[in-house]
């Protein structure tokens, strides 16, 4: 789910983005994004059961490929999932998860949804975007890599900085961020950093040319007064 997180990575003339459905597909990428879920414990199993699960495991232990969570995926990081309330599951369900992370996540029958400012710490660039999920995820001793402008933290990574997790979506719409982290996956290669952006990602536009074109062709007074605004 929530795969518009990676259209801006899409788009960049550096990046070659694919989606891996098999062990047999995953090859040895510079970077795996494991993405947000609508159900963590079934999909978790069609980690495992596709050889996926081992696959990543052992690319995590090669020093070289950098593993990130967005949301479930984040989840999917740690030691073990608990499901008290029957989220996911069977009330009282726990799973083992990938084990690369020191961390467990509780889901909550209360749905966390808000829009996110944050800074990621390593880079210090602003990052933006939403949170939407059920679960709480015990941070143990690992370092934040994402703080949001209230303090609170919203990424986890492990001490080299290699594998690391968020719950915060559309973390890639943010140019500098996107080309912070692109360059170091060039420079983990052995290829010179751009240092410079070279796509702008830029929603904001398109939402206003839509709305220019719903002004010009909808009468906008009358919906007001058929919704009781006016």
């Avoid at 609508?38 to 999909?43: G, P, Q």
């Avoid at 467990?104 to 808000?114: C, D, G, P, Q, V």
């Avoid at 933290?153 to 943010?174: M, N, Q």
Wanted: proline share 4%; hydrophobic share 40%.
């Amino acid at each position: 789910s929530n795969f518009t997180d990676f259209d801006p990575l899409a788009m960049e003339p550096d990046v070659c983005l694919k989606i891996v459905r098999s062990a047999e597909d995953l090859g040895g990428p510079d970077a795996i994004i494991l993405p947000g879920s609508k159900n963590v414990m079934a999909d978790l199993d069609y980690l495992q059961k596709t050889g996926l699960a081992r696959k990543i495991a052992a690319l995590a232990a090669n020093g070289k490929t950098e593993i990130l969570g967005i949301c479930g995926g984040f989840q999917m990081l740690g030691r073990r999932i608990d499901d008290p309330a029957g989220i996911e599951s069977a009330p009282g369900s726990t799973v083992n998860a990938l084990g690369l992370m020191p961390l467990a996540t509780r889901l909550m029958t209360e749905k966390i949804l808000k829009r996110v400012e944050a800074k990621h710490t390593p880079s210090g660039l602003d990052v933006y975007g939403y949170e939407i999920h059920h679960g709480l995820t015990d941070a143990g001793n690992l370092s934040d890599c994402f703080r949001t402008d209230s303090g609170e933290s919203i990424g986890l990574a492990a001490e080299d900085g290699r594998i690391w997790g968020t719950y915060l979506h559309g973390l890639f719409d943010a140019d500098a961020f996107r080309r912070w982290w692109i360059d170091r996956l060039r420079m983990r290669r052995g290829l010179d950093a751009c240092g410079k952006i070279r796509f702008v990602y830029d929603l904001e536009p398109a939402f206003e040319r839509l709305a220019a074109c719903v002004r010009e062709n909808v009468d906008i007074k009358v919906i007001y007064q058929i919704m009781g605004l006016k």
